[in-house]
C-alpha cells in the first residue's frame, strides 16, 4: 500500500519545540499537585492558561493557529488509515477472571492501531514523524525538574526515553457509543506506564458529543475533560482512575504512554498503612492519593461507578457480564477481611464529604 501523500486540510510546519513550550512549569506544577494537567493547543507551544470557565468555547479551529493545522494533518491521516481494510482494528482489553484466566474481549466501536506495528508507521509519514519524536520529546517537555515551586505534597514521578520507553497509539470511536470503563492505565506489574498523554483531535466537538475524559483523583473532585481539537490532557498512568463517557459523534484521539524506570517498584505497589490510618482519614486519603497502592482497594472505595461504567460499555458484548461478575467477587472479598472494610467505609464516608460537584474543563 502506497504512503499517505496529502492532501492536508490546511499548510503545517512540525515545530516539535512547541511541545516542551507548551507545558510551562504551571503546567508541571500541577501535574505534580493534582496528578493531571490539560494543555489547549499543545502542537502550537500552549494555549491560555487556565481552565474552563463553564461556558461552551466550541472547538472550532483557528484558521491561523499552526497547531490546529498539524492537529487536523495527523486527523487526516487517521481517517484515511481508518478507510483501508484490515489497518485499525477493533480495541481489546485484558482482563483476569477471579481464578486469574486471562481474557481477551473486543469493546463495541473504538477501532485504534499501534504506531510500533511498521505495517502501520510506513502509511502515514505524519503520524510518523510524531511517533519519532515521542521517544524522547514527550520526557523532556513533561521532565518534573521543571517545576521549581515549593510545596508539601507533589506526586514524584520520573519518564523513561528511547525507541521502546514509549508508545503512540491511534483511536478512531464511531460514535455510536463506544467508551471505556473505570480504570487505571497501569494496573500493576509488569506495566511501566508512568505518564498517558492524550491528544484530541475533534475540530466540532460540542457539548452532547460525549467522549469526555472523565478523571477520579483518589477521594478528591472528579474533572470531566471535553476532547476538542489540539487538547492534551496528561495524567500519572498508575496513580490516576479515570474513564471515557460514550461517544455520540465520531472521535478521534492519540494516546501516548510514556514509561518510568520506578514505575511499579514492589515497595509502592502494596498496601501499607501505618496503625494510625484510621485515626487521620484525611491523611490516609491524601497519602493514597499520592501512591500507586490506592489500587488495591480503589474498586471498593469506587464501586458505583465501576459497575456502572462496565455495563455502559460492554453493553450486550461478549465478556461484559464476566466482567460485572469479576467486579462483585473483587467486592465480596472485602467482606473477609473487617479491618480493611472498616478503613475503605471510612474513606468512601469521607469522599462524600469532599469530592464536591464534577469540575468540567472545556
Ligand atoms: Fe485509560
Redesign the pocket.
Known sequence: MEEFGGPYPRPFTRDFDAWSRAVTPARIDELRRDGFTVVDDFLGGGGADGEGDGTDAGSSPSPSNNGDAWALALREEIEWLSSKDGVMRPNRTHFANPKGERFLFAKPGIAEADMHDDSVAALVPELRAFFEAASTAFADAFDPAKDTSPSSDKYAYELSKGHGARTVKLQVNDGTGGC?PT?Y?NPGPPSKRAL?CILYLNPHWVDGHGGELDLMPFCATPVRVVPKLGRLVAFLSDRVM?RVTPARATRHCLTVWVDGPCVNAPETCGLSLPPSAMADIPGTARCLRMSPSQRVISRWCYPDEYEASLLECMRDAEGGDEMVTSHSVHLAKLRDNPPLRKLVDALRTHRREVEGKQKVIR
Request: glycine share 0%; net charge negative.
Open positions: 471505556f480504570h492505565d498517558t479515570h
